[in-house]
């Protein structure tokens, strides 16, 4: 059985509903796994939901309020969703403490270091002189800025090249990094552009670019969704294996 996979998504106050881009369901497909959206919700227990499901995708959106990281807000700060942040704060906390396969994408990067203990960035212009242009102007599928990633690396293990060009739709970054953390990956401008926990039995990866809207023109991103759904597959099978056993204990 293919490994499922839960998605975080946003939520529209005004519209009162809501959604997630159709590329994060699409490229969970093609990386052999089930997807199951997850809504921002107070009152769910983390705990029960992620014992659904075999892995994790944080995905983008809006900024993180300062305050989960301990940060009065810059007037560069956007909206802020505070249902959304405690819920996905809990999750990846609670993720990183069960070592369940975990992918964040752009604002997913910032909320698994902030659970980490790491902080945020608030404005990237404040910070860096020259920086990129990390808000294109230009379609989501389209390449605008290189990235360099780190050979000793699980990101590189994955992508299997040092030099690669990405999408970049952000203007905040990750900021002091988490303890457990270490960074693979920054563009020139020193923005961070990957995080990971350097543990080889453990899946944690986080990317500042959007590959879900790459993978179709750009089949190298694919490889991200195929080494998460593979994780997703082994953490599957060690849980089965592992109910059985307590099962077995009962008996």
Not at 132 to 150: F, G, L
Not at 209 to 229: D, M, S, T, Y
Not at 239 to 251: D, L, P, V
């Amino acid at each position: 059985m293919p490994p499922i996979i839960g998605i975080s998504c946003c939520y529209e106050l005004g519209s009162d509903r809501y959604h997630l881009a159709r590329d994060y369901v699409q490229a969970v497909q093609l990386g052999g796994g089930i997807p199951v959206i997850l809504p921002p919700n107070d009152e769910v227990d983390t705990s029960a939901l992620l014992s659904a499901v075999d892995g994790l995708i944080l995905s983008g959106g809006g900024d993180i309020d300062p305050g989960m990281f301990g940060e009065e807000p810059w007037p560069e700060n956007g909206s802020i969703d505070p249902h959304r942040d405690a819920f996905e704060i809990l999750l990846a906390t609670r993720a990183l403490e069960m070592k369940m396969p975990l992918l964040g994408i752009c604002r997913g990067i910032q909320v698994m270091n902030v659970a980490a203990g790491g902080t945020v960035c608030q404005d990237i212009a404040q910070v860096i002189g020259r920086p990129y242009k990390h808000t294109q102007q230009a379609p989501r599928w389209h390449v605008t800025h290189s990235i360099k990633i780190k050979k000793k690396s699980t990101l590189f293990g994955i992508i299997g090249v040092e030099t690669l060009r990405v999408n970049s739709f952000h203007h905040q970054m990750v900021g002091d990094l988490a303890p457990d953390f270490i960074i693979s990956a920054y563009s020139g401008d020193g923005v961070i552009e990957g995080i990971e926990v350097p543990d080889e039995e453990f899946f944690c990866v986080g990317v500042q670019f959007h590959p879900e809207n790459l993978c179709q023109r750009h089949p190298v991103f694919g490889k991200l969704f195929i080494a998460h759904a593979f994780a997703s597959s082994r953490y599957m099978s060690n849980k089965s294996a592992a109910i059985r056993q307590e099962n077995s204990k009962e008996s």
